[in-house]
């Protein structure tokens, strides 16, 4: 090209050369003017229009510096200086220019690639927003207030977007792409045009939405940094972004998808919404601000919605990764009918609403909508109502969810007061190594770290939870059945710091009428200061209840192993301890190798309303033997928790006893809660030793 363009200068100058270079004219994209009188004329345009058509395949679009005004108490404004090159590859420089606006409207302002309209013409684009012309290139779209955006011809250059209110400029949102792109959406003058006429679309300027933009398989949109796509005013009972019935889809980059919700707090609005769609990937962007149907968000409001037609497999193979979700009021992310989702080292904060307004929220719609294989790694959640919760869907079959290795902090739970941070409700869940902080805002209405409620075949094992809260009602790990019951949950290794209530309670609601507690492991977990601030309080560190006051059902087959209690100030005053639980809902319990230390109570294994049968039952009781006139002789020692089938695994015999060893001992289980301890004369002996302190263990089985 460029040699073609040297040749045709040279041409100038040189007699009959047009005719050889006429072959090669195919390489410019205007024709070659002819030697003829009009040929410097003529050749002053060619090469203007040839620089301009090489930029509008480049550049075009492309805005230098200026062309946008600010805020004003008024109506009216100069923009900046504007310095650009148009959508027709011209280079465009003039001085700003005074605008005056309607009140109540938002006007779109664009720069037109040419002067070709008559002074202050208007036109209406079938959007509902008035266009007008001015010769300085300026033109507006003028728009009311909640109406849809403009569709300019693509000879336009979107500059900024000007809001008016009270007979005053209340807001410009800037619109200029000012970095080329060989793929810019600037290119095509809307979104929706750039996916149609692309696979690859790069966002290099602001815009604002107001028509849902679908993306089909294999697009890749890219918003760049420092660049927005805001919503308009509008109700969309819907995503921004609509991926369906797509594969192999990606949006990266680091820009941001904003639901304007200060603006639009009814809209409605799903950031972007991935439904019945496979292999799917959210890299590096921001989605905020998407606003529900009201302030508790009641309908809607997510930042990312994932799911599909009901009683289908939905969407499949998501990977969300370096995500921020911030101010979204429903939900951080919903995932309603997904299988094998990855959300990873994302930032999910601020979420607002009551309904639930948590983070993640987990919840198939119905019994035969599918959510399986869910992974949550390495994410950090902060100020929402709570920050991951399940619901719904088929409590028989396995999720196959991993909650592992994020950091949370400062779950308000002000609505649903079994929230907790993470809520877990189905089966085959794994809460692994997440650190948990709640409390330090000074608030008290957090009710847990994390809640097991109606959970099954899961296991919460490695986290740390801190809390500052005093509430009584503030658990470190609560299980808790309502209905369906808690079985086969293992809850081992965690570290739990100053709740308000107990660091670990198995609680029975007063309401279950279904299921119980059963296969229940609580081992080598440790808890800090547990109580805290509630001397006197009586209910425990480790806790069971039977909000049922002793009606089936209960509890079953409970391990309690190598916890450690310490506490450093004033808490409460027992360690483990059973309420409300009687014969007729009490299971066995092995309960072995815990210790505590600090101002709990020494009395560490509370027996509460019923007893507790633990692994290894010690008793003791005085027993005077006499066989100066019998060869033996049987005396009992009552031992609570001793049942038949279980076995005497130690006796030791006081010295007093002992006489002069003419005599031997041996002790069984003889009935419930009793040992019998046996006295046997040696042959030819009678032997009357002294009275003493007999001690036995018993072992469980």
Same mark, same amino acid.
């Given at each position: ?5 040297l040749?045709?200068i040279?041409?100038i ?6 005719q050889?270079y006429a072959a ?5 994209f205007n024709?070659i003017p002819a %030697? ?5 004329s ?6 203007g229009n ?9 550049f ?19 923009p900046?200086s504007?310095?650009a090159?148009?959508s027709?590859?011209f280079?465009?420089?003039?001085p700003?220019v ?10 779109y ?5 040419r002067?070709t309209?008559?002074?202050e013409v208007s ?7 008035t266009f007008?012309?001015r010769n300085?290139r300026i ?5 009311t207030?909640g ?13 900024m977007a ?8 209340t807001?410009?949102?800037d619109l200029?792409?000012m970095?080329?792109h060989?793929?810019g959406?600037?290119k095509y003058?809307?979104l929706a045009a750039a996916?149609a006429?692309?696979d690859r679309?790069?966002i290099?300027?602001?815009?604002i939405l107001?028509?849902q ?5 294999? =697009? ?8 927005t796509i805001?919503s308009g005013t509008?109700t969309w009972?819907g995503g921004m972004?609509?991926?369906? =019935?797509a ?8 820009g941001?998808?904003?639901g304007?919700k200060?603006?639009?707090p009814t809209?409605?609005?799903?950031g ?9 990937t959210i890299?590096g962007?921001?989605v *905020?601000?998407?606003?529900g ?7 809607q ?5 994932i799911g ?8 499949n193979?998501?990977?969300? =990764?370096?995500?921020t979700?911030d ?13 094998y ?8 904060v601020?979420?607002?609403?009551t309904f639930?307004?948590c983070?993640?929220?987990i919840?198939?719609?119905s019994?035969v909508?599918?959510?399986?294989h869910?992974?949550i790694?390495?994410?950090?959640f ?16 396995n999720w ?5 290795g994020?950091t ?7 609505s649903?007061?079994?929230?907790g941070a993470?809520?877990l ?5 794994s ?7 709640y ?5 008290d209405?957090?009710?847990?770290g ?6 099954r075949?899961s296991v919460i094992?490695g ?5 500052t809260s005093?509430d009584n009602?503030?658990y ?5 059945n309502?209905s ?8 081992t290794?965690?570290?739990i710091?100053g709740t308000g209530g %107990?660091?670990?309670?198995?609680y029975?609601d ?6 119980d507690f059963?296969?229940i492991v609580?081992?080598g *977990? ?10 006197g309080n009586?209910e425990g560190d480790i ?18 192993i ?9 808490c409460?005053q027992?360690g ?10 009490f ?9 505590s230390s ?8 509370i027996?509460?309303t019923?007893p ?5 039952i ?8 006499n066989?100066a006139?019998?060869?033996f ?10 049942a ?6 130690g006796?030791s015999v006081?010295?007093?006893?002992q006489?002069?060893?003419t005599q031997s001992y ?6 419930t809660?009793?040992?019998?301890v046996v006295?046997h004369a040696a042959d030819g002996?009678t032997?009357?030793p ?9 072992c469980?089985?």
């Amino acid at each position: 090209m460029k040699r073609s363009l040297l040749a045709f200068i040279a041409c100038i100058f040189l007699v009959g050369c047009s005719q050889a270079y006429a072959a090669s004219a195919t390489q410019t994209f205007n024709t070659i003017p002819a %030697q003829d009188s009009s040929f410097f004329s003529n050749a002053t345009t060619f090469f203007g229009n040839e620089d301009a058509n090489r930029y509008s395949g480049m550049f075009s679009g492309f805005v230098y510096a200026g062309g946008i005004g600010a805020t004003a108490a008024g109506l009216s404004h100069t923009p900046s200086s504007l310095t650009a090159i148009a959508s027709d590859g011209f280079y465009v420089s003039q001085p700003g220019v005074a605008l005056t606006y309607t009140d109540a409207r938002r006007t779109y302002v664009y720069l037109d690639s040419r002067n070709t309209r008559s002074p202050e013409v208007s036109f209406t684009n079938g959007n509902g927003c008035t266009f007008s012309a001015r010769n300085t290139r300026i033109v507006r779209a003028e728009c009311t207030t909640g109406s849809g955006e403009p569709t300019p011809s693509v000879t336009l250059v979107p500059l900024m977007a000007v809001t008016t209110a009270g007979g005053a400029i209340t807001g410009v949102v800037d619109l200029r792409a000012m970095e080329p792109h060989s793929f810019g959406v600037n290119k095509y003058g809307t979104l929706a045009a750039a996916l149609a006429a692309t696979d690859r679309v790069v966002i290099n300027r602001n815009m604002i939405l107001h028509e849902q933009v679908s993306l089909d398989s294999d =697009d890749h949109l890219t918003i760049e940094p420092g660049r927005t796509i805001y919503s308009g005013t509008k109700t969309w009972i819907g995503g921004m972004i609509l991926i369906q =019935d797509a594969s192999n889809v990606l949006i990266d980059g680091s820009g941001l998808i904003d639901g304007d919700k200060a603006n639009n707090p009814t809209g409605r609005i799903f950031g972007i919404e991935i439904h019945d769609s496979d292999r799917v990937t959210i890299r590096g962007i921001a989605v *905020n601000n998407m606003p529900g149907s009201n302030a508790a968000g009641t309908f809607q409001g997510d930042g990312i919605y994932i799911g599909g037609d009901a009683g289908g497999d939905g969407s499949n193979n998501v990977l969300i =990764d370096g995500v921020t979700l911030d101010g979204n009021v429903r939900q951080g992310i919903s995932i309603v009918r997904a299988t094998y989702v990855r959300v990873s080292n994302s930032y999910i904060v601020n979420t607002t609403g009551t309904f639930p307004g948590c983070g993640i929220d987990i919840e198939p719609d119905s019994d035969v909508d599918t959510v399986r294989h869910i992974s949550i790694v390495g994410n950090t959640f902060e100020n929402n109502e709570c920050h991951i919760t399940m619901s719904g869907g088929d409590s028989a079959e396995n999720w196959d969810v991993s909650i592992v290795g994020n950091t949370m902090r400062n779950h308000r739970n002000s609505s649903v007061s079994t929230l907790g941070a993470i809520r877990l409700t189905r089966r085959g869940v794994s809460v692994v190594g997440n650190t948990i902080y709640y409390g330090v805002d000074g608030t008290d209405d957090a009710t847990g770290g994390i809640v097991c409620h109606h959970c099954r075949d899961s296991v919460i094992s490695g986290n740390v939870i801190i809390s500052t809260s005093t509430d009584n009602s503030d658990y470190g790990i609560y299980l808790y059945n309502s209905s369906g019951g808690v079985y086969n949950v293992s809850v081992t290794g965690n570290s739990i710091n100053g709740t308000g209530g %107990q660091g670990i309670n198995l609680y029975q609601d007063d309401s279950a009428t279904a299921g119980d507690f059963r296969d229940i492991v609580i081992s080598g *977990n440790t808890l800090y200061n547990t109580q805290d601030e509630n001397a006197g309080n009586s209910e425990g560190d480790i806790h069971i209840e039977d909000g049922n006051a002793g009606v089936t059902p209960g509890f079953a087959r409970i391990v309690i192993i190598g916890n450690t209690t310490r506490c450093d100030s004033t808490c409460g005053q027992f360690g483990i301890r059973t309420s409300n639980v009687t014969a007729a809902n009490f299971g066995t319990f092995i309960v072995e190798g815990n210790t505590s230390s600090g101002s709990t109570t020494s009395n560490y294994l509370i027996q509460g309303t019923r007893p507790l049968t633990i692994g290894r039952i010690e008793a003791s009781a005085t027993l005077d033997f006499n066989l100066a006139a019998v060869t033996f002789q049987a005396l009992t020692i009552t031992v609570t928790g001793a049942a038949a089938g279980d076995s005497v695994c130690g006796l030791s015999v006081p010295t007093a006893a002992q006489g002069t060893f003419t005599q031997s001992y041996t002790a069984v289980v003889s009935a419930t809660d009793t040992v019998t301890v046996v006295a046997h004369a040696a042959d030819g002996q009678t032997p009357n030793p002294g009275s003493g302190t007999f001690k036995v263990i018993v072992c469980k089985h």
